[in-house]
């Protein structure tokens, strides 16, 4: 049946907190994975080290994103700015003992970084044509290819359109670099990353008139060897087409195979079938499996609740810009147990909602949250209602134990003011979507949830990304859940210094009370 192989690992790599303890898994630090791809021998282009400030309202540049086509040329410096904003590195962290850590502008499990950016270019101003890998590390395109290859890419995406494009960026991970730590898992976690990735570079795109569109459709293969990736390491997820239309590309040749030399990431790798193969059975095989993929007809949404608590419509105009908020983005490791407002927290749900633009229709993520500490509103259990821009309540009552509970016994989740518990109707979609359909609903909760961070730090409180224990999610909002599968999970609060965090969990919590 459709679907079969996703649901088959989903339900193998579900955590339950029998499976968390009995877990033997230790992580080896003297074998951690390098932060960065490194080419050996491709020739370097550095870029400008000067970005746009992008002055528009984070909040504007979430919400405009969509809107006309690009008109003005693509220049190396607008191309430069999205790089930066999506996968630069923006601060660093240095530890007594010579230690250092360098941060990413999008948000990424564990700190670890595995989505790589490539650059297909034609039509920018001051790059030559051809396939680039960017190197955050030294800020720099790398070239892997030369010359216009949009031809070999709009064929694989099964849209001519993208010939016309300016330049597409191609998301990529390394399975590793992820794998190291949370084992076959990390497969949920490369669209997680990759989608709030792909939420700061929607934002930056949109605000400096790029005029973004999304594809997750594409024959995997023909991507994978047109970047020259070995894809039992590493393979393509996602394109973003960005900049104006121009001439078609000329009609290209079969690509010839490249096997660029790069550096090693550890001293020795493990491998994970279980991901591969949930991988390789979601790839689209051909042009036309691509064009069938794109006509399927999704779920219909969770129907609206009668009654529901409305929330403040967000000024978009307000919070900080968005090359501040990027700046600023960082993911809360404790947090006060002070309120939000409801109107900050009506920005985030407003912002992880926005419409994207992409080429197949969404896989019907749904908002249940925990709130704790909102003014105005009682704490409990609710789900948002996006088209009301409200709350359906679903229990009232202080639920921070239970919500700590969930996110794997982490304070995170019961310290937070507020709860973002991202569902999907998983077998509808699967049944929908095929495979691949599993992408497409963990990648839409990692731009919902890369949304609420940038609506969190434009005003002024904090957010992380946590994991959970999937089928007590479920089980804590049903029966409104019933049907569901947990995806992910994002917490919103404000910072708190260490010593003045509550510690809620304890070593063997009673299970969560149904709300």
């Known amino acids: 049946m459709a679907g079969d192989n996703a649901r088959r690992f989903h339900d193998a790599t579900t955590h339950t907190p029998d499976s968390v303890r009995r877990s033997g898994h230790t992580l080896d630090w003297d074998n951690k994975p390098f932060p960065f791809k490194v080419y050996i021998d491709a020739p370097s282009t550095p870029l400008p080290r000067e970005v746009d400030t992008l002055a528009t309202p984070a909040l504007a540049a979430v919400s405009k994103v969509g809107g006309a086509p690009a008109v003005a040329p693509l220049t190396l410096g607008a191309l430069t700015s999205l790089l930066y904003?999506?996968?630069?590195?923006?601060?660093?962290?240095?530890?007594?003992?010579?230690?250092?850590?360098?941060?990413?502008?999008?948000?990424?499990?564990?700190?670890?970084?595995?989505?790589?950016?490539?650059?297909i270019a034609?039509?920018?101003?001051?790059?030559?044509?051809?396939?680039?890998?960017?190197?955050?590390?030294?800020?720099v395109l790398r070239?892997?290819?030369?010359?216009?290859?949009?031809?070999?890419?709009?064929?694989?995406?099964?849209?001519?359109?993208l010939a016309r494009r300016a330049c597409t960026l191609v998301l990529s991970a390394i399975y590793w670099r992820n794998t190291w730590k949370y084992q076959a898992r990390g497969y949920r976690h490369l669209f997680w990353d990759s989608g709030t990735m792909l939420a700061n570079?929607?934002?930056?795109?949109?605000?400096?008139?790029?005029?973004?569109?999304?594809?997750?459709?594409?024959v995997d293969a023909a991507v994978?060897?047109?970047?020259?990736?070995?894809?039992?390491?590493?393979?393509?997820?996602?394109?973003?087409?960005?900049?104006?239309?121009?001439?078609?590309?000329?009609?290209?040749?079969?690509p010839e195979t490249i096997t660029p030399a790069v550096m090693p990431l550890s001293r020795t790798q493990v491998d994970y079938p279980l991901m591969r193969e949930a991988l390789a059975a979601s790839a689209l095989s051909d042009p036309d499996a691509v064009r069938a993929w794109r006509s399927r007809t999704m779920p219909a949404p969770v129907p609206a609740a009668r009654d529901v608590e409305r929330l403040p419509v967000p000024d978009p105009s307000s919070g900080r810009t968005l090359g501040e908020t990027v700046q600023r983005r960082g993911s809360t490791r404790t947090f006060a147990h002070s309120p939000l407002g409801q109107d900050e927290l009506g920005a985030a749900l407003w912002a992880a909602v926005r419409p994207v633009p992409q080429d197949v229709t969404s896989g019907g993520v749904d908002l249940y949250l925990v709130i704790n500490a909102v003014r105005g509103i009682t704490p409990g259990a609710y789900r948002y209602d996006a088209g009301a821009h409200g709350l359906e309540r679903l229990a009232e009552g202080n639920f921070r134990r239970q919500s700590s509970f969930l996110t794997l016994e982490q304070?995170?989740?019961?310290?937070?003011?507020?709860?973002?518990?991202?569902?999907?109707?998983?077998?509808?979609?699967?049944?929908?979507a095929g495979d691949r359909g599993y992408r497409l609903v963990n990648m839409q909760a990692g731009i919902a949830g890369g949304r609420a961070y940038l609506a969190a730090y434009a005003l002024g409180f904090g957010a992380s990304g946590l994991t959970f224990y999937d089928a007590e999610v479920v089980r804590f909002f049903s029966p409104r859940a019933a049907g569901q599968d947990a995806i992910f999970v994002t917490a919103l609060g404000r910072s708190a210094p260490v010593h003045d965090r509550v510690l809620l969990s304890?070593?063997?919590?009673?299970?969560?009370?149904?709300p």
Not at 132 to 139: E, T
Not at 201 to 218: C, K
Request: aromatic share 8%.
């Open 143 to 161: 070239r892997l290819r030369a010359g216009d290859v949009r031809d070999v890419l709009a064929a694989a995406a099964a849209d001519a359109a």
């Open 411 to 432: 304070p995170l989740g019961g310290d937070a003011a507020a709860v973002i518990y991202f569902l999907a109707p998983l077998n509808a979609v699967l049944a929908a």
């Open 85 to 119: 904003y999506m996968a630069g590195v923006t601060k660093k962290r240095s530890y007594p003992g010579g230690g250092e850590v360098l941060f990413r502008a999008a948000a990424s499990t564990g700190a670890l970084y595995q989505t790589e950016v490539y650059v």
């Open 506 to 514: 304890t070593p063997k919590p009673a299970p969560p009370r149904r």
């Open 224 to 254: 994978n060897r047109l970047l020259g990736l070995d894809v039992t390491h590493e393979a393509a997820l996602e394109l973003l087409a960005i900049g104006p239309d121009g001439a078609p590309a000329p009609p290209a040749a079969e």
């Open 201 to 218: 570079g929607l934002a930056v795109a949109g605000a400096l008139g790029l005029a973004p569109r999304l594809y997750i459709g594409f």
């Open 122 to 139: 034609a039509d920018v101003d001051g790059l030559a044509s051809g396939l680039y890998h960017f190197s955050p590390g030294d800020f």
